[in-house]
């Protein structure tokens, strides 16, 4: 990313931190009205935010799908077993 | 060109949810399209001797994958022996407009294209996943498609929150770069 160019700082990370937990709808009002007036002076989180919000627009338009945890889970055991048994 | 390599013991790490996305875009069951994930990577296993590598893993699995989705619907189809005619006449008396368009516009047909696009922008982010590192991927998945809470994630992998944020930072970060390459 282009954020090499600018420095930066402490406060920066304070504000990418919350522009991540508003994408999951985590962050309080007080840390929204703090990363709003960050990012009417600093490019790089500007930029940082802009792409963020383009993610997880893509995600959640693409409906994309992923097994959960068991289900990966039992399909590794079944699999192992069969693998097991080519081996021998 | 070097020549490709086979390693099933990785294959469910690796290739396991775009195959699975891939399917659930084409039968919309989530059972089902478990199921052929599991049978392509069984029968993956056993003609891996007819695996030439000049493909990658990845392309081979999903030419098996597209074979068996095309065997479940004409197993399904088999069932019934036929497919299902939609007809949908406009009973309702009240519908305003033109009576001829009304019967012409097909609304089974207007999402179509957004739906390839859908599927294909599905198949870019499980890419681009594929190309993080395995803990980055995971926890990424877990927030953000599977929507779990970040302390439920916590608690199964053990990290601590900040630990998980620091990582879903990096992993927006490197996604967001290698999504603009290829559709932003």
């Not at chain 2, 001797?49 to 493909?55: D, I, L, S």
């Not at chain 2, 498609?145 to 809470?149: A, L, N, R």
């Given at each position: 990313m282009s954020d090499k160019n600018y420095k930066m700082n402490a406060s920066c990370e304070k504000a990418n931190h919350v522009c991540d937990k508003t994408q999951y709808n985590e962050a309080s009002l007080w840390e929204k009205i703090k990363l709003s007036i960050h990012l009417l002076y600093c490019k790089a989180c500007r930029e940082y935010t802009h792409n963020n919000k383009k993610l997880t627009k893509a995600v959640k338009n693409s409906e994309v799908q992923c097994l959960d945890c068991k289900a990966k889970e039992t399909m590794k055991e079944e699999f192992h077993a069969e693998l097991e048994k080519q081996q021998h | 060109m070097p020549k490709h390599q086979i390693d099933p013991n990785k294959w469910i790490n690796l290739y396991s949810d775009y195959l699975f996305n891939y399917t659930i875009s084409r039968v919309s069951d989530r059972d089902i399209a478990q199921d052929l994930v599991q049978d392509t990577f069984l029968a993956g296993l056993k003609s891996?001797?007819?695996?030439?590598?000049?493909?990658s893993e990845r392309t081979w699995l999903i030419s098996i994958l597209k074979r068996k989705i095309i065997d479940h619907y004409r197993k399904i189809n088999s069932n019934k022996g036929k497919a299902e005619v939609r007809m949908n006449y406009n009973s309702d008396t009240e519908s305003e407009g033109d009576w001829l368009e009304e019967r012409v516009a097909d609304p089974f047909d207007k999402t179509a294209e957004d739906s390839i696009q859908n599927t294909e922008l599905g198949d870019a982010i499980h890419n681009c996943l594929s190309k993080l590192p395995p803990k980055q991927a995971q926890i990424f998945t877990m927030k953000t498609?599977?929507?779990?809470?970040t302390e439920v994630i916590c608690n199964e992998l053990n990290i601590t929150a900040s630990n998980l944020w620091v990582i879903i930072h990096r992993a927006r970060t490197s996604l967001s770069e290698c999504l603009k390459e290829n559709w932003f």
């Open positions: - | 891996m001797k007819n695996f030439k590598g000049e493909a498609i599977q929507g779990y809470d």
